[in-house]
């Protein structure tokens, strides 16, 4: 069974604070994804990575970044978290050309 | 970019009766379409996908078909059951690596 695990189910946060969520899969993918989940909004792509160190800007990257310095392991930054990245953010891995397989979810509360 | 627009938001159906989502994409270059399926409080799980090559696919009560003449391509879910009640995603794959999620579909299937 691929394993996707995400470091923190709940964490909450203060405004200007530096935010790190981390992402672990087990299945030697190449693909790697975060994702914010919103009421009515769907699911979207914040970055991906297809390689190690390797990364691309997806639909809303604005105010966060990422690493990749090991195959297994994806890590979503928010360098000074604002109230409007509250949001449950979903990581995801992939094989290439393939289904993805989705961490459990992080719900960050900025406050 | 692409953009994967979902119909309808919500669909309450009796328990027994069939489930219709139908969701429209924007680039003609799309040619991997999944849909997910995420129960309250779980991850997103594929649950049927369908590539361009093929206008149908079906997996026991859950069948999708696809039209690329039109761009659009739908989930049906026959003999619905309780727990068919969840929020479904459509995604269309304009890449190797990327897919653009539909905003979701909560289905409730009432007994």
């Known amino acids: 069974d691929v394993k996707v695990t995400q470091s923190s189910r709940y964490l909450v946060k203060r405004t200007g604070e530096k935010v790190f969520l981390e992402c672990v899969q087990d299945m030697d993918h190449e693909n790697m994804f975060w994702y914010r989940q919103d009421p009515g909004l769907g699911l979207r792509l914040i970055y991906f990575?297809?390689?190690?160190?390797?990364?691309e800007k997806g639909d809303i990257p604005e105010g966060y970044s990422v690493s990749r310095e090991k195959k297994e392991r994806f890590s979503l930054i928010l360098e000074s978290a604002s109230t409007n990245q509250t949001s449950m953010y979903l990581c995801a891995s992939s094989p290439r050309w393939a289904e993805q397989f989705f961490g459990p979810g992080t719900r960050l509360t900025v406050l | 970019g692409e953009n994967v627009e979902q119909h309808p938001s919500t669909l309450s159906v009796q328990e027994g009766d069939s489930a219709v989502i139908k969701c429209t994409y924007s680039?003609?270059?799309?040619?991997?379409f999944p849909w997910y399926k995420q129960e309250l409080g779980k991850r997103p799980q594929l649950i049927i996908d369908?590539?361009?090559?093929?206008g149908e696919k079906k997996d026991q009560r859950i069948a999708v078909t696809l039209n690329k003449t039109a761009k659009h391509f739908s989930l049906h879910i026959t003999e619905t059951q309780p727990e068919d009640s969840a929020v479904y995603f459509c995604a269309a794959s304009p890449s190797d690596y990327k897919l653009s999620f539909g905003a979701g579909t909560t289905v409730t299937v009432r007994a």
């Open positions: 680039d003609s270059a799309s040619n991997y």
């Open positions: 990575s297809y390689d190690v160190k390797m990364k």
């Open positions: 369908i590539r361009s090559n093929v």
